[in-house]
């Protein structure tokens, strides 16, 4: 039943991490001149939050936990490691987001707008993370099917 459970909930942070970094992405190309719509852009980043700490933690106890197929499977499939070049790629890109997004959550507490001028290239990140993550579905669907250990 753990097994199951796993792998519902890092299909969910799926569904909730890709939604809520296209919304991020969108709520960055509206005009950012109230506290609200800065608001708008920190709860879907917050959603984006989540789905990572629920995916990363899901993933990694499925890769170490012998849940669904030995740690070794994962380790000398290449498709695997495509998968993981891409997650790092994803969270790489976040660094700039991450930081400029915690810098503004201040400001807007404090009672000050933000300088938003970071908001457009933020929101292309935010699309191409979206892509990315598409990507990575390719790739986990290529690994259940036996794809990238060298015998497919």
Excluded at 12 to 21: N, T
Excluded at 37 to 63: N, P, S
Excluded at 64 to 73: I, N, S
Excluded at 110 to 124: I, K
């Amino acid at each position: 039943m753990l097994r199951w459970l796993l792998a519902s909930f890092h299909l969910l942070a799926l569904g909730i991490g890709l939604g809520a970094v296209w919304v991020r992405g969108r709520a960055l190309q509206q005009p950012l001149d109230t506290a609200a719509a800065f608001r708008r852009v920190f709860a879907a980043d917050a959603g984006w939050g989540l789905a990572a700490l629920l995916w990363i933690g899901t993933g990694l106890w499925r890769l170490f936990g012998g849940f669904e197929k030995a740690t070794a499977y994962y380790l000398e499939n290449h498709v695997f490691w495509a998968k993981m070049g891409l997650l790092l790629l994803v969270l790489l890109l976040e660094l700039g987001p991450m930081v400029t997004l915690i810098r503004w959550r201040r400001e807007v507490a404090a009672g000050t707008l933000p300088d938003p001028s970071a908001a457009r290239r933020m929101a292309r990140i935010s699309f191409l993370q979206a892509a990315l993550i598409v990507l990575m579905v390719f790739d986990a669907t290529a690994m259940a099917r036996g794809y990238g250990l060298g015998r497919s």
